[in-house]
């Protein structure tokens, strides 16, 4: 596992292209299919909602989530496997309602989804990525289903066992595994392997001391990376946060 800053002036690659013709919609693209994004509306605890499609290659339609809205929140999330081809979704059924959320499994080889879960609030949710499994939050606990196995099981226990500063964690290329980082100053960074509950390596994410630190994550497709964006804030004299600078790194596995 390598660390490294990206150079001045470099940023982690766009995985969402805007749709010819549209600044709000949005085309994700994999070597399997495309994922349209077409901007439908938008609320005041959520910015936007979005209507789906997945087309294959040839530009057939594999699966449409039809009227349906979905939050915007996949933007920013592992909502797809290329690996395994699958989407994971939170469908709203009331724009109005930040409790009417559903987590959806679609399988894009056949076109069908699957509920998961019923209607409520749910929050960071994704696939796995380096095994056929998925995640969803809700009500601070991490909710996991592995394909494979069909063992599910609650990861936030498991993560204030072994890391009681963590500070955020993600999905990563490495099987069975993910990151964790961690609130402390050095070896703040750790690959966990999640069924046999082992930290396999750690390193220094160097992070410039801030009052709020917040960090985004984005994986490539075609590479065994992880990209980290770094958000710095400081409080002004009003004791509002003000962004005072972005940093971006690589993790190579």
């Known amino acids: 596992m390598k660390i490294t800053p990206l150079a001045h002036g470099l940023k982690p690659p766009p995985i969402f292209h805007p749709m010819p013709g549209s600044v709000q919609s949005f085309i994700f693209s994999t070597s399997r299919c495309d994922i349209e994004a077409v901007f439908?509306?938008?609320?005041?605890?959520?910015?936007?909602?979005y209507k789906l499609t997945a087309k294959n290659k040839a530009g057939a339609i594999i699966w449409s989530g039809g009227q349906s809205l979905f939050l915007d929140a996949f933007f920013s999330q592992e909502f797809i496997s290329d690996t395994y081809n699958k989407l994971i979704l939170q469908r709203?059924?009331?724009?109005?309602?930040?409790?009417?959320?559903?987590?959806?499994?679609?399988?894009?080889?056949?076109?069908?989804?699957?509920?998961l879960t019923p209607k409520g609030a749910y929050a960071h949710m994704g696939h796995f990525q380096n095994f056929d499994g998925v995640f969803y939050m809700q009500h601070g606990n991490i909710y996991c289903i592995d394909f494979e196995t069909g063992?599910?099981?609650?990861?936030n226990p498991m993560l204030k066992k072994h890391f009681p500063a963590i500070k955020t964690w993600w999905t990563c290329p490495v099987k069975n595994c993910i990151i964790v980082?961690?609130?402390?100053?050095e070896n703040n960074i750790a690959l966990f392997d999640i069924y046999e509950e082992k930290i396999k390596q750690t390193g220094t994410l160097l992070l410039d001391a801030a009052d709020n630190v917040n960090l985004a994550f984005t994986s490539s497709i075609n590479e065994s990376v992880l990209f980290?964006?770094?958000e710095f804030a400081n409080r002004n004299t009003n004791g509002i946060l003000a962004h005072t600078k972005s940093a971006y790194y690589k993790i190579e596995f």
Do not use: H
């Open 40 to 49: 439908a509306a938008s609320n005041f605890y959520a910015p936007e909602f």
């Open 92 to 115: 709203i059924s009331d724009t109005g309602n930040p409790s009417s959320g559903q987590i959806l499994l679609i399988d894009l080889t056949t076109g069908t989804e699957k509920e």
């Open 151 to 155: 063992k599910e099981f609650l990861l």
């Open 181 to 185: 980082v961690t609130a402390n100053t």
């Open 228 to 230: 980290i964006t770094a």
